[in-house]
C-alpha cells in the first residue's frame, strides 16, 4: 500500500477521484493530521538535522550547510504568515447573509416551506 499525507482540500479530492476510480486507486491509504503534524515540527527537524550535521563535524563554514527552514530569516517569515493566517480567520465574516430560507445558490429559488422542512428534518430520519 502507499500511504499519502495530504492538507484537507487535497485529501478531499483525492476521496473523490478514489471513488470514482476504485480499480486504479486502490493501494493508496489517504492519512489527515499528519501533514499538519509535519509542518508545524519541520523548523525543529531542521534544528536537529542541524545539530547532528555538527556533532558528526560535516558542518562547513558555508550557509549552504544550514537547513533552509532553520534559517532566522525563514523562521521569522514563517511566524509573521502564521500570525497574519490566525488574524484573517478570526476576523473572517460569512459572506452571506443570515436567514431561514434554503436557497440554490446557483439560481437563486427559494424552496418551498415543505422542501426546506423536509431537508432540516433529514437528520432526524
Not at 478514489?18 to 489527515?32: A, D, L, T
Not at 537547513?67 to 502564521?82: F, L, M, W
Not at 497574519?84 to 418551498?112: C, H, M, Y
Amino acid at each position: 500500500d502507499i500511504i499519502a499525507v495530504f492538507d484537507q482540500a487535497i485529501y478531499a479530492k483525492l476521496l473523490d477521484v478514489q471513488w470514482k476510480h476504485k480499480e486504479e486507486f486502490c493501494s493508496i491509504v489517504p492519512r489527515m493530521g499528519a501533514f499538519q503534524r509535519w509542518f508545524l515540527s519541520a523548523h525543529k527537524k531542521a534544528e536537529m538535522t542541524n545539530a547532528c550535521r555538527s556533532m558528526a563535524g560535516t558542518v562547513s563554514a558555508a550557509a549552504s550547510s544550514v537547513h533552509p527552514d532553520a534559517t532566522y530569516s525563514r523562521v521569522c517569515r514563517d511566524d509573521a504568515t502564521v500570525e497574519g493566517l490566525v488574524e484573517l480567520l478570526q476576523t473572517w465574516q460569512s459572506p452571506f447573509a443570515a436567514s431561514s430560507e434554503l436557497v440554490n445558490i446557483s439560481s437563486g429559488v427559494v424552496a418551498t416551506e415543505k422542501v426546506t422542512a423536509d431537508t432540516s428534518s433529514a437528520l432526524d430520519i
